[in-house]
């Protein structure tokens, strides 16, 4: 589990302490979040409802997710895709790095996201990706690289309208999904029970 852009705006993991509260352990935990505080963070979607095909790591690979969406019955509308039967698609995360189209990948989650047929979570790629888009350091490794390097062979005028564009996006993403009235939980690595329904610097960095 990691930071995001609303942990940041609470006052619980400052941007310019991410490292250090990725390992840090909280002294007193958090109580857990009503409904409001949880809808606000994006851990509790609007719709929470099923039915939902998960789909884990996809790190780039834009051929092998289009033959998957197309094997879940899902087809192409506009830049994403729609099921005929309503169901909705959650991303576990580690949307980048690795693969050859990290960049067509996000945009076709983004845009499932904003049609409302896709929900998704941080992985700790994204999030990695999301701290060098900031300007911070980070060590190219596992991946990054070429994600990194596909974005700097756009041209200089789309890359400059992209890059705050992924930021948002990477920003939005929660980093754990509660659906079908908490029956389902959806992380891209673990939660403890008692983190569960939580936000906090333990929770984010653990």
Not at 28 to 40: F, K, V
Not at 139 to 150: D, I, P, Q
Not at 180 to 198: E, K, P
Request: negative net charge; contains cysteine; charged residues 25%.
């Amino acid at each position: 589990m990691r930071t995001m852009k609303d942990t940041q705006q609470h006052g619980q993991l400052p941007a310019e302490n991410a490292e250090t509260a990725e390992t840090a352990e909280c002294a007193e935990c958090a109580p857990a979040l009503n409904e409001e505080a949880l809808r606000t963070l994006g851990i509790v979607p609007a719709d929470d409802r099923p039915p939902f095909d998960i789909i884990g790591d996809i790190h780039g690979c834009i051929d092998e997710l289009r033959r998957l969406l197309d094997q879940l019955g899902y087809m192409p509308c506009e830049a994403g895709y729609r099921h005929p039967a309503g169901r909705r698609v959650v991303f576990v995360g580690d949307l980048v790095d690795r693969g050859p189209a990290s960049l067509q990948v996000l945009a076709i989650v983004d845009a499932m996201r904003r049609a409302g047929t896709a929900l998704a979570v941080l992985g700790n790629h994204d999030l990695k990706f999301l701290r060098w888009l900031r300007g911070e350091h980070v060590r190219m490794a596992y991946g990054l690289a070429l994600t990194v390097n596909e974005l700097l062979t756009v041209p200089e005028g789309e890359r400059e309208r992209l890059r705050p564009q992924l930021t948002a996006f990477f920003e939005g993403l929660p980093g754990y999904l509660l659906l079908d009235a908490g029956r389902l939980v959806v992380t891209h690595g673990a939660l403890l029970d008692d983190m569960i329904g939580r936000w906090d610097a333990q929770v984010a960095s653990f």
